[in-house]
């Protein structure tokens, strides 16, 4: 099983970043452009597990949330891993909330660690962002780029989070499809 932990993405939120992908394909770059029913925010991609790690996965994320109160992000900006010169992903980035993120990743990291659970990106920094799309190709990235410089985020795209899942990635020829298997809330989240 290819799994990971995310944030989910609202659907008020989603229908933002679908019509910002929209326009941004506009540009004609070669990007493989994310579904609006797949964006989310990962926390941890722990790439291939067993069935049987499931429990003590969905545990660990548990114990890391315990505490951990409900936060808002702001997504703002756009950018690119590695570089325009040698771009792989566009992604949105996020303004506040930042530190949040980075710190509930980091407890998930070490309670999976603690529980002998590897994850796929052991030693990679983490980086919080949305991915919005993978370049194919460098073609017409420099259009996308001046298309990105324009970017002004609207107020919408604030969001609460009091809720991770964990995700089974299933590949398909035409894109990934997830599954979530269990969900846990932030604590200041629960009855709310």
């Given amino acids: 099983m290819r799994l990971f932990i995310a944030v989910p993405i609202p659907p ?5 970043v679908a019509d910002l992908s929209a326009g941004l394909s506009r540009a004609g770059a070669d990007v493989k452009w994310v579904r609006p029913e797949n964006l989310h925010l990962t926390l941890s991609f722990l790439g291939e597990h067993r069935a049987e790690d499931v429990p003590v996965i969905k545990s660990a994320v548990e114990r890391s949330t315990r505490g951990f109160p409900a936060f808002s992000l702001a997504f703002s900006r756009l950018g690119v891993f ?9 992604w949105l980035g996020i303004e506040r909330g930042t530190g949040d993120v980075v710190e509930l990743a980091a407890g998930i990291d070490r309670q999976l660690a603690q529980a002998g659970i590897e994850t796929a990106e052991k030693g990679r920094p983490f980086a919080a962002h949305l991915t919005l799309g993978r370049f194919r190709s460098r073609r017409h990235a420099e259009r996308l780029r001046d298309a990105a410089a324009s970017f002004a985020a609207p107020r919408v795209m604030e969001m609460p989070v009091g809720r991770l899942v964990l995700y089974e990635s299933r590949l398909f020829p035409e ?15 629960l009855g709310a």
Avoid at 12 to 16: D, G, L, T
Avoid at 82 to 90: D, K, Q, Y
Avoid at 175 to 189: C, D, I, R
């Fill in 12 to 16: 008020e939120i989603k229908a933002v």
């Fill in 82 to 90: 590695e570089s325009w010169e040698r771009p792989r992903v566009l």
């Fill in 175 to 189: 894109g990934p499809s997830y599954a979530a298997l269990a969900e846990s809330e932030l604590p200041a989240a």
